[in-house]
């Protein structure tokens, strides 16, 4: 059974295993609270049992006008349920009321977020690599 909850209170790092897949230096399960806890807006799948967090999305945002989601990951092993949907369904609407609402993907995923009610549009980018596993 999978819950959704939208606070980092009584996740510690040790329930954050796993994600990043494919990142050749990713952020720390340590790196990995701070951005949750760093975030204006989280929504997290947590296993009822154990509350290992299972997938994760958030958002960041000026409180005023705009939001942007960085990250959405859902574990291989929990992926092809239907909880990635739930978690960018749950953060749209935790959005709702600002103006943008933006975020960044592959061209592969593009009919995922289209079906969730977004458009495609282009975007640029700087990515320090040296810098993945967070800021020192
Ligand atoms: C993208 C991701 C979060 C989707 O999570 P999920 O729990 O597997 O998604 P769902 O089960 O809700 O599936 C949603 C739909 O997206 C599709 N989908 C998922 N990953 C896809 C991919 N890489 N390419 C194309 N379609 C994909 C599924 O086929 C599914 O379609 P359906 O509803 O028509 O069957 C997950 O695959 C993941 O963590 N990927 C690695 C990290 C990543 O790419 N994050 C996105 C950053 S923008």
Redesign the pocket.
Known sequence: MINYINSIDNIEKEKLHGFF?GWPNPPSQEKHLEILKNSTYIWLAVKEEGKEVV?FINAISDKTLSSYIPL???LPE????????ELVKRMLHTLKDYYMID?L?DD??T??YKSLGMFKSSGMLVRNYSQQEGRG
Do not use: A, H, K, S
Not at 78 to 85: D, F, N, S, T
């Open positions: 897949v997938g959405l990951e859902v929990y992926q092809g349920r239907g909880i990635g949907r975020l993907c592969e995923l009919p995922f």
